[in-house]
């Protein structure tokens, strides 16, 4: 779950980190407000996307007057795809220096990896990797200032910067494993007047952790479907074709989509009805695919947990009650795959056992009803 | 033979009085698996499937030696279950459940380093050594027999799919893994092809990957010592950046885990990649006969 | 720094270790009304000393009048030599059974140390060792329910028992280590309606750490004069003779009681200046030897960091300001030793070299001055 | 010949820049001590007694090559400092400061094991080689001679009474070290015992010892199989229960850390055991001479 810069920073102050003063605001009046408090403002669209300065998410007011008209003018306005609520006013830093700094989990070495760099104020991406300090944590030994110092004096720094740069990040570090981060970026870490502050960042929290931080607040992503979908417990993502594909199990759901575009079709989303999956999850996420009114769908079912029956009990129990007005495509192999087979061929429903078979099909009956 | 599980494992099942734990101890059983204990806090003295229930890992090792235990418990309480094994000198652990937060993975992943035990998974479906007719896991019984083939996945219904179209291809397989859907996990591919490279029954590897990660990539320069003959099928291919297809590892982030850079990398140190699942039986037959 | 029961229980029940309904009450008219509150009421002595039950410092009310009158008996008691201040008064649990718990810091393996027995209630110093159960940590791995698991399983606890023990043990070894704690004892843990109750409740803070505990209550111990000492800064012990001492380093200063006693006199006080004393701290504990009045003082310096001249600059000074009008026996030898002793003899003071011939001297003076 | 600390090995201080730092340098310079450089973080590039100053331990390490470290920061800072210089692959680290907190000290000394680090301290005076011409400590440097007697105590100004008593008697040190004040530190007894066992030149060894904790009465067993004699003395003999004697670890709890039991382990077990530090170099004289 991602955090706003808002939420982000929020979190940084509460450990130590400084940041300018801001405040949220969403509407002409409270940006001009901010204004008269705060000085001259950057007011920062909070969309949870990158390059936002480059797209216009960042501008900037001198008076009042300014920060209510910049405020109207960015509030209801749709960045990347997505529609700007809230923007945070932030004193306006007279900024000497960027760096970069960022705590990630290393899938490789299956440790906390530090990164930071004398070049920030761009994506980390397009920073060259000779420029980008690079330090594993030993999970059992933490962070400690040592650590920090090493990698100030990696990146040059010296004097009162090397020493709140270590203590940054210890800081960071205790934000990365407290609030189950996946991602805390410090981007640009600006310098200030000869101190560090955090201009702006990021936070990614470990949707498996979000259980033990209810002290976050809450942020939803996607679209109003995948949000839905989410809700009744499964993985959903929205893609942009046209045939609408249900699977049991992440790798099974990707391969599917993988043999409609083999076979020159449009996948419409990704659904992962789960490993063992039992008739109900199975047919509320059916009847979400129904609602996306594709040209076909293709059900793809490795019985394994999963058993083939209870997938055909769904399937026949969407049909004879919101119905399915679009070609459906069914694979079935597995446990009880004959009692499941059974179960459709006596709704009329034909049941293939070969995926690449059914995959095809599927990109046929859908190239049918364009 | 086989890999990392043989029949002369001696294994716990720690949440075995859970309902997914009671349903797999007795596919286990049924699988021929050396079940030998059960561990569930508060109900030690109980039976699950005639197997004795105890009330920690201590107790059931100096009850029943345990060798190996797989992981029954809910997310929460797996990072506790995973260091009760490990602390209690358990050398092989199969991590089953899902959702398991990430800084607890590195902890049991990291620990378990420094003990020298092998962790499988979390989220993984687990491990199956049809020859040994033992397996610690969710994975049907029905799909694998014994054969040439070893098989290290990142998905579990996928692998089915694969180690079924194998089988019915009549091409068995010495172990089936599944390393499991986290972006951080026990194994990576190259522990795994490294136990497959010593084993002289495996003489072939089929491994299915995903997006996500640069597992693959990492792996691909080891194929050169391998000495064996790699097939890889990847799932993704079709995925757009920045979502998160269902495995909490498998997603494109700016730029890195593209399907492309990893099918490359595998190319260009022999790996055999196909495209479409229902291609691998047919590039390991000709692996073999070549 | 030990904490008196009810701030140990406070911090016990911030950790969410369950501990009775209590408040604390310091005059009768505040025991009548927690009486009224709470019903029937233990009234607990907040003395800083154990067998408090024993020596009359728990005892019970049953109704607002009781609590009034036995808050009058105890409070401006004295027990075992501390006076009562403050009473906790605490709901009458119906105990069913009476555990033991507490953490400490193994010396000997380096490892803190759980302690757990089935038989609390009384010192664990009197319950037999194969009736405790031990249990180091690991401090790179910490505790987790399961080490509280396999101690409740010893302790031969079952169901909700077993489940709150094992809990339990996690949160004390929070407390043990976020507190910076030397002992955190619960005893005992009782059992009330088949759960677990904190009734009883030590913690004692590392003095070391409390530069990070600013959230802890501060407790002095000690009698007035060896607060005073070490408000300088100075470690300091009062004991029962006539023989004032003062030496540099904590185990010279102990070899000096020891040669005092050998040589049958009685020391009046352990008081270590410090390894590298210099003039003004040294002034200072000398000017609080003279204070005590004692029969004679002896000076025991072995100079290696401590300069001989600033130890004798310091008696000079002290004996041209407030005078010193007991015998005075110096022993000084080490760096700049002659400088010393020149100074002092200027004084017409002695010094020796020899700390036997020191100590016997100052007994000596000790005896002749009674 | 000396056991931890030779002239071979190459020092490091960290906190040099300090007073304490300073002074100690000068010192230990002054008697003979490889001192290569000093560490204080924001202060590289600059000298203390021409001895260059890094910022970090890694930097020192891979400029001057360092096998050991003094630490000298103030308390708070102990804990990073050790463990900086730990985790840089430094393999002696004496830690002079005193109040380090306790939790620290269990951090530190925990993680010395598991990398094989010798940790000497805290709040010690530290170690003394004298036929090495080599010291790592604040003690006094006239006191010493070198020798074939080892000292080991728990307690500095009362060590520099016994050295410099055996000093004056003739009786020379090989090596002569503080364990620390407090109640967790690095070495035991034992462990100390052990190293004067394995240097052929140490042929009687001192204990000095003090109440409190149980260092003493765990070390005595140990003395059976030291094959050399052993003279102890021990402080506090006239110290009251439940008082804190000056160290952090001088206190009898509660019945335990007694000298009495602690002189009863000794003797039981070979030891000779004085009760006046003016006993010492009379005793090891007769022990040498036997």
Known sequence: MKQYEYMAKGVLAEHGIPIAPGRLVDSPESASQAVTELGPVALKAQVLVGGRGKAGGIRFAATPEEGAKVAGDMLGMTLKGYRVEKLYAEQKLPIENELYVSITTDRNTKKPLVMASAFGGVEIEDVANDKIVKRYVDPLVGVMPYFGREMAQSLGLRDSLFKEFSDLVVRLYQIYREKDAELVEINPLAVVSGHLVAADARLNIDDSALYRHSELSCVEEGSLLEQRVHEIGLAYVELDGDIAIMANGAGMAMATIDAIEYFGGKPANFLDAGGGASVKPTAEALGVLVSMKPKAILVNIFGGITRCDDVAKAIVQVKNTVGIPVPLVVRLVGTNEREGVELLNREGIQAYSVMADAAEQAVHMAKEAR | ?290
């Open chain 2, 1 to 290: 033979m086989a890999i990392l599980l043989t029949h002369q494992d001696r294994v716990i099942v720690q949440g075995i009085t859970g309902n997914q734990g009671r349903f797999h101890t007795r596919q286990m059983l049924g699988y021929g698996t050396p079940v030998v204990g059960g561990v569930s806090p508060a109900k030690g003295g109980t039976e699950v499937e005639d197997i004795p229930v105890f009330d920690t890992v201590k107790e059931a090792v100096s009850a029943v030696q345990p060798t190996a235990s797989i992981v029954f418990v809910p997310a929460p309480f797996a990072k506790d279950a995973a260091f009760e094994a490990m602390e209690n000198g358990i050398r092989l652990i199969v991590m089953i459940p899902e959702h398991i937060p990430v800084q607890d993975s590195i902890d049991i992943v990291n620990r378990a380093r420094a003990l020298d035990v092998t962790v499988i998974g979390p989220n993984t479906f687990g491990i199956i050594s049809p020859q040994e007719h033992t397996k610690m896991g969710i994975m049907p019984n029905h799909i694998y027999k014994p054969g040439p083939v070893g098989v290290v996945a990142r998905s579990g219904t996928l692998s089915y799919e694969i180690a079924y179209s194998l089988t019915q291809s009549d091409l068995g397989q010495t172990t089936v893994i599944g390393m499991g859907g986290d972006p951080v996990v026990g194994q990576t591919f190259i522990t795994v092809l490294e136990q497959f490279r010593r084993d002289p029954e495996t003489r072939c590897v089929v491994m299915v990957g995903e997006i996500g990660g640069s597992a693959e990539e990492e792996a691909a320069e080891y194929l050169s010592t391998l000495g064996k003959p790699v097939v890889a099928y990847l799932a993704g291919r079709a995925a757009p950046p920045g979502k998160r297809m269902g495995h909490a590892g498998a997603i494109i982030e700016r730029g890195k885990g593209t399907l492309d850079s990893k099918e490359q990398a595998l190319k260009s140190h022999g790996a055999q990649v196909v495209t479409m699942p229902w291609q691998v039986a047919q590039a390991v037959r000709e692996a073999l006969s070549r």
